[in-house]
Antibody, heavy 115, light 107 residues
Framework: QVQLVESGGGVVQPGRSLRLSCAAS????????MLWGRQAPGKGLEWVAF????????YYADSVKGRFTISRDNSKNTLFLQMDSLRTEDTAVYYC????????WGQGTLVTVSS | DIQMTQSPSSLSASVGDRVTITCRAS??????LAWFQQKPGKAPKSLIY???SLQSGVPSKFSGSGSGTDFTLTISSLQPEDFATYYC?????????FGQGTRLEIK
């Protein structure tokens, strides 16, 4: 069955960096576009970044453009999100998702940006 | 950016009821619309994609309809496990955007 497992979350000070990972299994990872989304405490869902199946095309939400970088390693079935220059408003549970319609979601990893 | 507006924002219903949630897009998204269910402390779960296609394993009590700018999610014969928050999402164009959510509560 399809499984997406995020890791790498934690508490970090404003301005610092963090790298999230998402390990995929149960499907042919290299054939699927992948996404990151997030949910701030008590708030709704927000799309963060997209990467095409081959890693060539990438798109970002304006709120993270220039600070976050999405990437993937198809040989290791793993999706990444490099988060630099973190701000307090980036505090959220971060989810990886499969395909533009988020047909599968991981369980999420909490990122807390606080001094 | 395409704005997605759900109504109502919250809804009280009883077990056995049939409910409908509406999602309106600020511009034509054809049928590039998905619906999700989220329970407290859990990841969202996909219910519907392409406006009306049921995800594998999702009970047929969930149904979606619409095209263009107006879409609905209908849940028939509500059961206790259906009380949750529901979100719509458009994937016609970037940035991908979600509705604000509809909280379905037990009356």
């Amino acid at each position: 069955q399809v499984q997406l497992v995020e890791s790498g979350g934690g508490v970090v000070q404003p301005g610092r960096s963090l790298r999230l990972s998402c390990a995929a299994s149960g499907f042919t990872f290299s054939r699927y576009d992948m996404l990151w989304g997030r949910q701030a405490p008590g708030k709704g869902l927000e799309w963060v970044a997209f990467i095409s199946y081959d890693g060539i095309n990438k798109y970002y939400a304006d709120s993270v453009k220039g600070r976050f970088t999405i990437s993937r390693d198809n040989s290791k079935n793993t999706l990444f999100l490099q988060m630099d220059s973190l701000r307090t408003e980036d505090t959220a549970v971060y989810y990886c998702g499969r395909s533009l319609s988020f047909d599968y979601w991981g369980q999420g990893t909490l990122v807390t940006v606080s001094s | 950016d395409i704005q997605m507006t759900q109504s109502p924002s919250s809804l009280s219903a009883s077990v056995g009821d049939r409910v409908t949630i509406t999602c309106r897009a600020s511009q034509d998204i054809i049928n590039y619309l998905a619906w999700f269910q989220q329970k407290p402390g859990k990841a969202p779960k996909s219910l519907i994609y392409a406006a009306s296609s049921l995800q594998s394993g999702v009970p047929s009590k969930f149904s979606g309809s619409g095209s263009g700018t107006d879409f609905t999610l209908t849940i028939s014969s509500l059961q206790p496990e259906d009380f949750a928050t529901y979100y719509c999402q458009q994937y016609n164009s970037y940035p991908l955007t979600f509705g604000q959510g509809t909280r379905l509560e037990i009356k």
